[in-house]
């Protein structure tokens, strides 16, 4: 079974720094995709970013981009010039099982950005 | 709006009630899927829907039943409900119908926050 670790379960930093959220992984799979979700107040839960285990290049969307270390098996989420809506519970995610779009989850990282 | 629309928002209910969540999606999707998300906890996946059929039913008590009468809409139905069942219920759905089509991204909905007394 795949399992997905978030090691920080809270974080703050203060606006306009940078900040990392760290993820591990443990599979025996070697075609898979990674997704970092984030989840504001409104409940709302919204990718950030994805990736996926073929390609060696690290993804990246605007602020935020990943470290992805496969032979670590670590999904790190970078975000840059962090902002007030960055504010959010963030969750690490895996994909093996193509099709059916069965994700496992970490048990998620509150950020918290201090004007 | 994002898409998936659930409803209620905030439901309380005893342990006796019977209750149905409802999610709603207009994006052509042919995957719904429902997740509880719980304190401290992993998203657990409950059930996902495919083409209307059930292809998972990951162990769920059947206290809560799913129903998906076509491809938009997908429900929850809840009765005699632990309090331990409080939880933040959420609805997803995909563009995949069962086979491969690479990581389809899931849009979420906002969720109905369940609480049960």
């Known amino acids: 079974a795949q399992t997905v670790t978030q090691s920080q379960p809270e974080m703050s930093v203060q606006e306009a720094e940078t900040v990392t959220l760290s993820c591990t992984y443990d599979?025996?799979?070697?075609?898979?995709?990674l997704f970092w979700y984030k989840q504001p107040p409104s409940r709302q839960m919204i990718l950030v970013i994805r990736?996926?285990?073929?390609?060696?290049q690290n993804a990246t969307e605007n602020r935020f981009s990943v470290n992805f270390q496969k032979a670590a098996k670590s999904f790190s989420l970078k975000i840059s010039d962090s902002q007030l809506g960055d504010t959010a519970m963030y969750f690490c995610?895996?994909?093996?099982?193509?099709?059916?779009?069965?994700?496992?989850f970490g048990t998620g990282t509150r950020l918290t950005i201090i004007p | 709006e994002t898409g998936v629309t659930q409803t209620p928002r905030h439901l309380v209910m005893g342990m006796t009630n019977k209750k149905s969540l409802k999610c709603e999606q207009h994006?052509?999707?042919?995957?719904m899927y429902w997740y509880k998300q719980s304190a401290k906890k992993p998203l657990e996946l409950m059930f996902v829907?495919?083409?209307?059929?059930?292809?998972e039913n990951n162990s769920v008590p059947s206290r809560f039943s799913p129903e998906c009468p076509n491809s938009s809409h997908l429900f929850l139905h809840l009765h005699t409900l632990q309090p331990e069942d409080s939880a933040l219920y959420l609805c997803?759905?995909?563009?995949?119908?069962?086979?491969?089509?690479?990581?389809?991204?899931?849009?979420f909905g906002a969720g109905s926050r369940l609480t049960v007394l």
């Open positions: 829907y495919s083409l209307e059929e059930r292809v």
């Open positions: 990736q996926e285990a073929y390609k060696q």
């Open positions: 997803a759905s995909s563009p995949s119908g069962g086979t491969y089509s690479g990581a389809n991204v899931l849009t």
């Open positions: 994006l052509g999707h042919n995957a």
């Open positions: 599979t025996s799979e070697n075609n898979y995709y």
């Open positions: 995610a895996f994909l093996y099982n193509f099709g059916n779009e069965k994700l496992t």
